[in-house]
Structure formats: C-alpha cells, structure tokens
C-alpha cells in the first residue's frame, strides 16, 4: 500500500469473516523467535503439517496418547514430561500465549492504523473474535487485564480496535460496550496512555494528554529524578511518548476517526475542553491517583514552562537526544524492542520521524510480529515476544527436582534444552551501553530471547543453575566453557541493591519518592526498581549453586551477597508469616521463594522461627481438598484472598514446594496436596489451564500457562524423591 492511499479505501480495509479455519494456523519457531502463519493454500498445508504444539496453542485436540495411569508421584512426573515433551519447539524451548494485559493489542493495530499497514483478513477476523470473547459479559466492555472489570482504558481501546478490524459500530457488541463505556465518563475519562493513543489517532486532540516533556531527558545524572533512574518499562514508553508528544502528530483524519470521535464520548466533540479534561479519570481506572506534585508539575509545564520558559533550543535539542535514544533502542534489540508497549511507541516515532517505507518503520512492523499470539478465541498481543528463557530453565529444574536429568528417557529433550540456553545466552553488553543507561549484561539471559537482550537477574539467575545442572550431570555436553558461567555470575553480582535485596532489570536507582511522578494512573510501583523476594532467592540459588561446584570463584564476595540477600527476605516477612509476591499471584508464589532462600543458608522449619512462620501461615491456608487457591485480589489489596473457583494446581505446586523446600515436619498436607494435584492430572499427562497465574505493577495480570507443567512436575517431582516410598493414590 503507498501513502497515497487513504485509510478509508474499501478494497483496503480489512475484510472480516466470522472465523478463520484453526487448522490453517501455524507457529514458525526460528531460533526462539516466534510468529503465526495462516495456510491459505492447500498445498502448504500438507508441506508444513500442524505441530501437537500448535494444536495445544489453538485448542485443538492433540490427540496425543493416553498414559498408564500413574501409581505413585513419580509416575505422573513422567506422564506430564511425555506430554510437555510433545510441545518442545525444534529449536529446544517451549511457547505459549502470554496474553492477560488487555491494553497491548491496541497498542499494536494502532499502530499498524496510522501506519497504514495493511491488516490481512485473517488476522483482523481473529483479533475480531479475541475481542468479542473478551467482552465482560454482564457490561460487554474490557478491563485492564482479562479478570479485570471494564474501565476506560480496556472499553475506550478494546472498541477503536474493533473499529480499526472493520466492526461495524451498530454491531450489538459495540452498541453494548459504547453504553459502558458512556456510563464510565466517556474517553475523556481515560488514563494518560489511552488519551496518548486516541491523540495520535486524532480521535482526542493533544491538549487532553497530560505533558510528556522530552526534554526531560536533558536532566544531568545526579539529578534524583532524571529518567535513567525510572524503572526500565516506564522509562522507555517514556522515551517515545515524549518524543510523538512533542510533535503532536497524529495521522490522517478517516471517516472511521470522524466516527470514533462521535461514538468514544458522552460530550458532543466539538464543544468539549480538551485542556479541561486533562485530570478527568473514571475512578476504576484510577488505580494510582496522580500525586499533589504530579499535578503541580503539570500544571507548571502547560501554564509556564511551555509558553514561557521553553527555548526552541531546548526543544530541539531535547527531541534529538530522544530520537538517538530510540534509535539505540532498536539497535539493540534489532527493532524487536523491550516490550510491545515501547515496540508499537517506537514505531509510530520511526514513522514520523522516517516515514513509510524506511527501513526502521519495516523492521518494526515485521518484529511486531513476534508479539502476536492466537488461541481458540482469537488473536491478540503477549506481554513480551515470549517466555523462552525462562520456561525452558524451570522445566530443566523440574525434571531434576524430579531425579530425573540422568534417565535417557528425558536426555534429549534435556538436550535440546540445554543447546537452547546456550545459544541464548547474551555474549556482549549493549554498544556504549553507559550512553544508553543498559545494565551490564553479558553472560545473561533475557527473560525471552537474546534478540529482545534485557538482561533479568532472576532470568540469569534461573538459566544459570539449569545450565550448571545439566552439564554437572555426567553424559551432558559441555556447550558453556567455565569462562561463560563466569561471566553470568559476575554480571549477577552488580544486582545488589543497598538494602541487600535484588530487582528486576537493574539494580534499584532512584528513590520511591519517584512514585509521585507515576502519571499512568493505572498501576502502582512502576517508576522504580523496588526488593523482589522472588528475584533475590534467584539470584541466592544460582550463586549458591555455583560455589557449590566452583568454590574458589570470588568466594568472599558471593557469600556476603548471599548472606545480605537472605537478611533481606527476612525483613520482608510480614507479621502473619507471609511474602507479598510481585510476579505471580501472590503470597503462595512468593512463599515458595522465600522458602527457599531460607532453606539455601539452612534454615528450615525445625530451626527458624522465620521459616515455621512462613509454613504456618501456608498451612493455614489450605483448603479442604488439600489445594491452594489465591484470587488476583491478592495482589492489589495486599492480602491473602481465595480465588472464587477452588482450589489451583498451579498454587498448590508452590505451596508445597515451599513446604518441602522449608522440610515441613508434617507429611499429611503435603500428601493432600500432591493427591488434588495427580487428581487434576489428564490421561494424557497434562494439566488443564486454570485461572490466571501471574501478576506484575500490582494490578495487571499475565498468564504463564507453562507453569500448569513446571511447576505441578516440580512438586511432585521433589516429593517422589524426598519421599521415595510413599505412593498417594
Ligand atoms: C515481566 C515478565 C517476567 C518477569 C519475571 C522474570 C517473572 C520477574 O521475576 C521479573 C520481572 C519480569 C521480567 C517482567 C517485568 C514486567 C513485564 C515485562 C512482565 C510482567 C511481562 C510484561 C510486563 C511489561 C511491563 C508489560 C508492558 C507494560 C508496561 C507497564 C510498559
């Protein structure tokens, strides 16, 4: 399509269907980077046949076997690992959707919008239905993430989508979400990134977006609030945010934008103050209201420093900068990019800035693509371009919690495994690395490809002890040489923040006070890195793991850091015995960590009051079918709460990791727990998916259907071996 087409053209807008043929999808795994590809013609079909995996994905019956029935744990270990074995990708990992966040596709279709990219019929059809499906059913609008209840964010977005796919807006569905949508306050009651979004689509106009000031990228270092210091996320949707704001670009007007405009508000368009609703937000959206300095600074920007104060130099100089940025961004990643919230930011920049048909809007368009995921309810956006690394690392962990990473059964796929990690594994830091803020990073993995390149202490953490498992088991191939892993755990060690905790990406760099400049409205503790429990115990397993086998390698170093590390899980224990989890839904997962780290200097129940208090509180816990079961509530309200439909798999697994981890004196709950889970287990060997797993920005939810096989193996893996002769059926 050239840019002399309009974007209203019939013959260019997406042609809808009701659905596409599931057998038709295929999943291209190259090398970890994974895409969808839709068969339209027959004879491809019979050259690339449909993979047990992509059946899985889609929801189709895989038709794999049925299994003996398991007799004792240890059996249905090897049952869940002959069924995951069936969904390893050729290049040794294993994928799955990560979807959940309900505000990532827009990102993508508005951008594949304003940039004219055409959206093939398949692929609008799906998003189509992924979107219909997703509708809350009582009130037809969406939420923030998939259990979440309709807001402004998900309801304003989720409907210019389906606008953008070609729903037409008397479509009962639309009807339905607009009456939501009305009765929430209308788009301009929405969160700062929707008005960003509905500006660049010229559906809002920019004064209703709050200041986004690149030249705030201009700050020296040492000043406490100079973006370097944010946490990685919000600084880089920051980057390119400021770098659109700052040209008020928006794309061609369309007489779907002239509709949008009329159907998003309650207000009728052209008499609404736009400069007056900066601060409108509906109170469901409002998750993290703005702080008494955000506002002051805002009104600051717009009142004064805008009109008055700010030079043309200043501005100019702050856009290059901004733009180099970016442009470092995508050299980094090859234009995959952090995430696809900055992906899609970073493309409509390059678009401006570059134009249609440059090299670096292509690239971002082909590598959009690796973010997209479809299912049996259609199309839509993961959190990141997969969870590579790090399922692959917890599924070699479990098999070995299990005992088994010496049975030939379980070697190639073991194998494969390990070939996986050791061409993920990123060799070099980033190119000027300091320049563009990057954390050390060589010697990590990523939390998905080394492409993607962010390194995650826990992500290297994990990686690191599957890799040391495998090769430290006799018959393995040696792919990392020793200097490797060296290199991986002195990049683990500049992970230690002041309190002795770890982070995420980097360790932490501004102060918490940062929160008062949090202006997306819908989530809370994002401007910072903050203490994780779950990444400090990572990153005390990996390194105690390796002074088990190499014990002169800075031996003084890593045993104080794992000493501060533990310290700090401990001041972290709540006063009911309980860890607030970060990453995955919430005082279950967190427990097991914690746990864990205690366990790792050799505290456990019968020695540590922290331990027994930690056990006690998972005990109280438990459910009367022996299970777990923790609601996404836990996360936001900071307090344990049940989940409304019973008892997890996923929970249970952790719970009672964590109580093998801490030797619970009791075997009886732990037998309980192990019976409900062989009890879910299929004949086939899998687990069915239950309610969603993980969590991040205290309010958002992500799915990780991969830990339904990892961790269920895990559990029951740990208990087969600690407890050989016990067979619970
Ligand atoms: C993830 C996914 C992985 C996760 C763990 C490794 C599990 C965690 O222990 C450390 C943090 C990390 C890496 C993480 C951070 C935030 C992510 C990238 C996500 C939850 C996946 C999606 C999310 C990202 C922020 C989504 C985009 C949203 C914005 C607010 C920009």
Not at 226 to 237: C, T, Y
Not at 258 to 273: A, C, K, M, P, T
């Amino acid at each position: 399509r050239t840019s002399g087409d309009t974007l209203d053209t019939p013959t260019k807008r997406p042609k809808l269907e009701d659905k596409t043929d599931l057998t038709r999808w295929r999943m291209l795994d190259e090398k970890g980077r994974h895409t969808w590809h839709y068969l339209e013609d027959d004879e491809a079909i019979e050259r690339w046949p449909q993979s047990s995996a992509d059946k899985w994905y889609l929801g189709l019956d895989t038709e794999l076997p049925t299994l003996p029935k398991p007799k004792n744990p240890l059996d249905a270990v090897v049952n869940g690992l002959t069924f995951f074995e069936k969904l390893q990708l050729p290049s040794g990992q294993w994928g799955c959707e990560y979807g959940g966040p309900m505000f990532l596709l827009p990102g993508v279709v508005i951008t594949w919008y304003v940039t004219k990219t055409p959206i093939p019929w398949y692929v609008a059809t799906e998003i189509k239905n992924y979107l219909l499906a997703r509708a809350n059913p009582e009130d037809g609008g969406w939420g923030l993430h998939i259990e979440g209840e309709s807001t402004v964010f998900g309801t304003s977005l989720n409907y210019t989508v389906l606008r953008i796919v070609g729903v037409d807006p008397e479509h009962p569905a639309m009807v339905k979400a607009r009456g939501t949508l009305q009765k929430l306050g209308g788009a301009t009651h929405a969160p700062h990134w929707a008005k960003f979004w509905l500006s660049v689509m010229g559906v809002c106009k920019w004064d209703i977006v709050n200041p986004i000031p690149p030249e705030i990228w201009l700050l020296p270092d040492w000043v406490p609030i100079a973006p370097w210091r944010w946490w990685i996320h919000i600084r880089q949707v920051f980057l390119p945010m400021g770098y659109i704001y700052e040209k008020k670009w928006s794309c061609e007007e369309t007489d779907m934008i002239r509709g949008l405009r009329q159907e998003l508000f309650v207000e009728n368009w052209e008499s609404i103050d736009w400069a007056g609703n900066r601060n409108s937000i509906c109170p469901i959206d409002n998750f993290h209201p703005k702080s008494w300095l955000l506002n002051t600074a805002n009104w600051f920007l717009v009142n004064i420093w805008n009109p008055y104060l700010r030079t043309k130099g200043i501005a100019k100089k702050a856009e290059d900068w901004s733009s180099k940025l970016i442009d470092m961004e995508d050299e980094n990643t090859d234009y995959a990019d952090l995430a696809p919230v900055n992906a899609a930011m970073n493309t409509v920049a390059c678009y401006i800035r570059d134009g249609p048909g440059s090299y670096s809007v292509r690239r971002h368009i082909e590598r959009l693509e690796d973010a997209m995921w479809v299912n049996n309810e259609g199309m839509f956006c993961n959190g990141t371009n997969g969870v590579q690394c790090w399922d692959t690392s917890f599924l070699i962990q479990a098999v070995a919690d299990a005992g088994l990473e010496q049975d030939p059964r379980f070697r190639p796929m073991l194998t494969k495994a390990l070939k996986f990690l050791d061409d993920q594994q990123i060799r070099e830091n980033c190119k000027d690395q300091g320049v563009c803020y990057r954390q050390q990073r060589k010697g990590a993995w990523a939390f998905s490809t080394k492409d993607q390149g962010y390194a995650v202490c826990d992500c290297v953490s994990e990686a690191v002890k599957s890799v040391v498992l495998l090769q430290k088991t006799p018959g393995y191939p040696q792919l990392l040489e020793d200097q490797r892993i060296f290199d991986a755990i002195d990049t683990l060690l500049t992970y230690q923040n002041q309190t002795g905790a770890c982070s995420s990406y980097e360790p932490t760099r501004g102060s918490e006070l940062l929160e008062m400049l949090n202006a997306a409205e819908v989530f809370g503790k994002i401007m910072v890195e903050y203490d994780y429990v779950e990444c400090t115990t990572a990153v005390v397993t990996a390194l105690s793991l390796f002074q088990k086998h190499w014990p002169d390698y800075k031996t003084q170093e890593i045993k104080s850091f794992i000493g501060r590390c533990v310290k700090a899980v401990k001041s972290f224990q709540r006063p009911d015995g309980s860890w607030y989890g970060n990453w995955a839904i919430c005082f279950t997962y967190a427990a097991m960590f914690a746990l864990e780290s205690l366990r790792s200097i050799g505290e456990t129940y019968g020695n540590s009051s922290y331990s027994k208090r930690g056990c006690d509180f998972l005990i109280s816990k438990q459910r009367e079918d022996g299970g777990w079961s923790e609601s996404y509530r836990s996360c936001e309200r900071m307090v344990y709460t049940e989940h409304s439909t019973g008892s997890q798999v996923v929970m249970t697994a952790w719970a009672l990791v964590a109580l093998m981890k801490a030797d619970y004196p009791d075997i009886e709950p732990i037998k309980k727990g192990i019976k409900l889970i062989m009890d879910r287990q299929q004949a086939n060997g899998e687990w069915k998916q239950e309610a969603i797993e993980g969590v991040f920005n205290k309010s958002c939810m992500i799915s990780y259907p991969n830990y339904k096989f990892t961790f269920t193996v895990k559990a029951l893996g740990m208990f087969a071996t600690k407890y050989p002769n016990e067979t619970v059926i």
